[in-house]
């Protein structure tokens, strides 16, 4: 009955989020992220269901469920190339959250499920800013479920592979230079859609305290078919811009994760990790917008971003105290997929530092109350969306408290 | 608890996490910009949709300038303002002048050849108010300013590089000295001359605009004959410059050159959508049409089986067909060439129809545009070698402009040289619009900054309103 409750509870919140490069979330276990966001390589409950579903056999438990929240709050900075006026905003309080639960029917096999946030980007610039015409407001969400199973042969080798059915939802605003009495033109765009993709892993335990873990999620190509699409524009004009339907397709970019661990200290109290990030973000090379009923005004648009690949390197480590208290810390550059001359506005992106920690309070065996921070310095960055010819300089800070909880029984 | 420690944690990243970008570094470089004047014709004085109006003044391009200087130093900038938003223009008839208010895009039903309506409907320019009260209108051009003098703004819509030197010029007195409406209703005094109301201010900084109108008095009424010459805007330009720029205070400036015509969607846009060849003829047609020439003196003229130009009358008074290149110009009756046989012949006209060539007010031929198009060339000669000679910025209007054909983008914003459609020009496709109006400022900015080394910061375009569709 609890566990129902908590799930109800986590699903209940939205999520959408915007930092990290261009728009890829790295909150899903507090304990992971109290660690520096590292985890392929990491047992200890049901997230890695998420992290390397080969390492899911090797929680020892047969049942683990692990859940929480994170808010995320963020202030982003825009010095317009030649213009006096600063523009910032405050992102709302964002919450991406996550809930995993394994079972183990037998020692060596375990079946789970995970829930979580992966990808997403909220932020709202205000309807009258120097960018309007470019963004105004976009909040976009992916939820991912993934079935996983996964199965270990002795306690050297796991290996595991989850499904993942991506479920996201797009909704942005923007200003059209057509002006009527009563100012901007306008265009929102709403729509959700839903695909799937995989999740696979492979653990090895070579020796006693060391764990390699590798892990590749796929790209999952969130096409949206048939939006909506409303202008509003003077009435003079409303025959170019008919209320359409649009499709637009964001790539949710494949991961290719390195992990490696090792346990050491009496009774493995000390944990250091490491974790390589490789992000095939090159699959975001163009944002387009193929309107359904096309006019002079109204046509198939195609933004280019052309995103790189970036390695994102990771660090972590834990300290158990005791039987109640544990204690992580940890840290990443994560740098930014986006060229200098095709940064923009819906997604600010800058290089990253982040810097975690993290606790753990154990009151009765097999119930840990999970606690982590994350503060995200962004590193300033100039640049210009040449497309719009849009310049200036970016910066932004990113500060996330969570709460969660592990039950392993 | 937690609740606690969240809240804490909170308030300690807003208090102190919060990461500063260096603003933008303005800077006069040492320039004085405390009292900025500016000198020039309509384009100057934010003269807009064919009439001067008090948000167009408002928008002007000085005063956007203005404004912007107030980051480095600048003071306060005072416009000679109407106290009208519908606007006042005027053009001469028989015995006096009739007014008119400003343009608008408005949605005007279509008619066919016989008046009826076609249920469609198109969006034309036209004036706010029809058949105003011409008292009314005359009374608000005539009327002081708003706002008290001396006017930082001397830009007088109709000004020449001659007329700014003219005493008198705002004595509105009919005793046959020329005068100027737009001057009257601000001029310190009877006697006054616009470049002498600008160098009694003093101004430390000064920007002059002019020579545009020297060539579009004469081109927007389809004629060559009406330009400035050469040698008087040679001779009054480097004076001007030199009176404004060893006035009392010495001030330091910047000058801008006179763009193309073709450049400016008054002579673009009806030849863009209606060829100089548009006439279809069959047999019969071509055949009757050629008779009918002849009859009426010009068997120079072949009409053929297809394609013909239209007819117009050339500068001189003879006929010729078009050519291709020739401007048809924006104030053409395109209804007359749709119903009336307007560059072909009047069906209508009895007993026999009648050759109806396009009078040669609604054209630029290509020997006109070459006369006009040497023209500017020499004022921005001069223009640029008295930049040289006094030491001033320059700004390139005329280059600025041509980038402008092939469109160019700022802050996600398109603009080209077309009319209405392109964003930079208001609804008489002469003078800019708004936002025209604050890209113009920003590359005078520009120009400043690189000549100066100030960093003055530029206007955000996106402010500034653009063509009002309804």
């Known amino acids: 009955m609890r566990r129902i409750t908590i799930l109800l509870l986590f699903i209940g919140i939205t999520a959408s989020t915007s930092f990290g490069g261009g728009y890829q979330v790295g909150l899903h276990s507090m304990r992971n992220i109290g660690m520096g966001l590292i985890g392929t390589s990491l047992t200890y409950d049901a997230s890695s269901l998420f992290y390397n579903p080969g390492g899911a056999a090797f929680v020892k438990e047969t049942w683990s469920f692990s859940g929480g929240v994170s808010f995320l709050m963020a202030r982003t900075t825009f010095q317009p190339k030649d213009v006096m006026e600063q523009f910032k905003f405050e992102h709302k309080i964002n919450t991406p959250l996550y809930f995993y639960a394994a079972f183990k029917p037998t020692k060596n096999l375990s079946v789970g499920l995970a829930v979580n946030t992966p990808y997403g980007n ?35 080798i796991g290996i595991g592979v989850g499904l993942i059915y991506s479920y996201g939802s797009v909704d942005l605003n923007k200003a059209i230079p057509l002006q009527g009495s009563t100012g901007d033109g306008t265009l929102n765009i709403q729509g959700s859609t839903g695909n799937f993709g995989f999740n696979a892993g492979i653990m090895v335990k070579p020796v006693k305290g060391l764990s390699l873990g590798i892990d590749y999620r796929s790209k999952i190509e969130m ?57 095939f973000w090159n699959t975001y090379d163009s944002l387009v917008f193929d309107f359904e009923t096309k006019t002079s005004a109204v046509n198939r648009t195609a933004n280019p971003t052309l995103y790189e690949n970036k390695l994102i390197p990771r ?3 834990q300290y158990r105290m005791n039987d109640l208290l544990t204690f992580r810390i940890g840290g990443y550059y994560d740098p930014s997929p986006v060229k200098d001359d095709y940064l923009n506005p819906q997604t600010p992106s800058v290089d990253q530092i982040g810097l975690t920690c993290g606790l753990s309070v154990q009151p009765v065996k097999g119930l840990s109350i999970d606690a982590a921070f994350l503060y995200i310095m962004g590193l300033e960055r100039s640049g210009t969306y040449s497309p719009d010819n849009f310049a200036g300089t970016y910066s932004n800070a990113v500060f996330t408290p969570g709460i969660g909880l592990t039950y392993n029984f | 608890m937690k609740k606690l420690l969240f809240i804490i944690l909170s308030v300690a990243f807003l208090a102190g996490c919060d990461k500063k ?167 310190s005094s009877v006697n006054a001359s616009i470049l002498q109301d600008a160098i009694t201010q003093q101004p430390t900084f000064f920007s002059m605009w002019i020579g545009n109108f020297d060539i579009l008095q004469s081109a927007v009424a389809g004629t060559d004959q009406l330009l400035t010459p050469a040698d008087t805007f040679a001779k009054y330009y480097p004076l001007a410059v030199g009176a404004l720029a060893t006035s009392a205070k010495k001030p330091k400036g910047v000058l801008a050159n006179v763009p193309d015509i073709t450049s400016i969607p ?37 009409w053929q089986v297809g394609q013909n130009p239209f007819v117009y009358v050339k ?34 006209a009895v007993p026999l129809p009648k050759p109806y060539p396009i009078a040669g ?101 996106t402010k500034f309103k653009g063509v009002i569709f309804p």
């Open chain 2, 361 to 461: 007010k609604y054209i630029l031929d290509t020997e006109e545009q070459q006369v006009i198009q040497a023209r500017i060339a020499a004022y921005n000669a001069v223009i640029a070698n008295v930049a040289g000679t006094f030491n001033l910025a320059l700004v390139d209007m005329n280059g600025y402009l041509k980038l402008f054909k092939t469109g160019m983008v700022f802050d996600g914003v398109k603009f080209t040289t077309n009319f209405i459609t392109g964003g930079l020009f208001s609804t008489d496709g002469v003078h800019l619009n708004p936002r025209g109006n604050a890209l113009t400022a920003n590359y005078f900015i520009q120009a400043i900054n690189a000549k100066y080394g100030c960093s003055i910061p530029q206007a955000d375009i």
């Open chain 2, 266 to 302: 008054y002579f673009t846009t009806i030849s863009a959508s209606l060829p100089y060849n548009s006439v279809i003829l069959d047999s019969a047609q071509a055949a009757g049409l050629n008779i009918l020439y002849t009859m009426y003196g010009h068997p120079d003229i072949h």
């Open chain 1, 122 to 156: 909220g932020l709202s610039w205000g309807k009258e800013w120097i960018g309007k015409y470019l963004i105004q407001d976009i909040t976009f969400r992916a939820f991912t479920f993934q079935p996983t199973v996964s199965y270990k042969f002795k306690d050297i």
């Open chain 2, 21 to 187: 970008i260096d603003e933008y570094p303005a800077s006069s470089n040492g320039v004085d910009f405390s009292n900025y004047v500016a000198v020039g014709n309509s384009l100057t004085s934010g003269h807009s949709d064919n009439a001067l109006y008090l948000s167009g003044q408002q928008n002007s391009y000085p005063n956007i300038l203005a404004s912007q200087f107030q980051t480095v130093g600048g003071g306060a900038f005072r416009q000679p303002l109407i106290g009208t938003e519908n606007g006042v223009g005027f053009t001469p008839i028989p015995g006096g002048l009739y007014y008119y208010t400003k343009l608008a895009l408005k949605i005007v039903p279509d008619k066919d050849c016989q008046g009826n309506p076609t249920g469609t409907a198109s969006l034309k320019p036209a004036v706010v108010v029809d058949n105003p009260d011409q008292n009314t209108l005359k009374q608000q051009l005539f009327s002081p300013p708003t706002v008290a003098g001396p006017y930082n703004n001397m830009g007088v819509t109709g000004a020449t590089v001659q007329s700014i030197f003219y005493n008198r010029l705002g004595d509105p007195t009919p005793d046959g000295h020329p005068f100027n409406p737009y001057y009257v209703r601000f001029a």
């Open chain 1, 315 to 317: 660090i972590g480590a």
């Open chain 2, 315 to 348: 500068g001189d008074g003879s006929w010729a067909q078009m050519k291709p290149g020739d401007l048809l110009l924006l104030t053409i009756p395109t209804d007359s060439i749709k119903c009336k046989g307007m560059g072909v012949a009047d069906p209508t």
């Open chain 1, 223 to 279: 096409k949206v078919k048939g939006a909506d699409a409303t202008f509003t524009v003077p009435t003079s004009l409303s025959a170019q811009f008919p209320n359409n339907k649009v499709d637009v397709m964001l790539p949710l970019p494949a991961n290719l994760d390195f992990g490696a661990s090792y346990e050491f200290g009496k009774n493995n109290q000390w944990m250091i990790g490491l974790n390589l990030c490789y992000v």
